[in-house]
């Protein structure tokens, strides 16, 4: 298996399903207040607790790894494509929307809504593209998190 050497992000998760070569895994997403020590007492934090009750992400990894039901792993995301991610989703659609509105609006006020949206569905056509055959933008096993033990 080759990994990375490193990651620029992990989380701890847990996995929920077997499908073939794939695991699915779930993570309860945290917020800053959960790291805060007074966010039992916190205005913010109580709403933060309300809002993320319940809520899991579930995440589909490669199942290189012999992955067993109900364990718990760390995975990761290679060094720097959590960055390219956000750059290529928000970043890219918005400068051509911009671009595309600025030279429609030279001739009218029509023409520089189309071009905005013109330049929205450019941006995210070229992120369908470029972003699956993209092993950079994989989510990969890092290691199991080993049983606590009650002795």
């Known amino acids: ?3 990375p050497q490193a ?9 929920v399903a077997i499908d073939g070569a794939w695991a699915w895994v779930e993570a309860q997403p945290k917020s800053a207040c959960s790291g805060c020590a007074a966010h039992k007492s916190c205005g913010n934090g109580a709403v933060v607790s ?3 009750q319940n809520k899991t992400i579930r995440l589909k990894v490669r199942n290189d790894f012999g992955a067993r039901m109900r364990e718990w792993v760390v995975i990761g995301w290679t060094g720097g494509s959590f960055l390219k991610t956000v750059a290529n989703a928000y970043l890219v659609p918005s400068i051509l929307c911009v671009l ?4 429609g609006g030279q001739y009218s006020e029509g023409l520089s809504a189309l071009g905005a949206l013109c330049g929205i569905g450019i941006g995210l056509a070229l992120n369908a593209v ?3 055959n993209n092993k950079d933008f994989e989510i990969i096993f890092l290691h199991r998190v080993k049983e606590p033990s009650y002795e």
Not at 7 to 15: L, P
């Open 100 to 103: 595309l509105a600025c030279i």
């Open 130 to 132: 470029k972003t699956p």
């Open 1 to 3: 298996m080759d990994k």
């Open 7 to 15: 990651c620029s992000m992990s989380e701890t998760v847990q996995v």
């Open 50 to 52: 309300m809002l993320q």
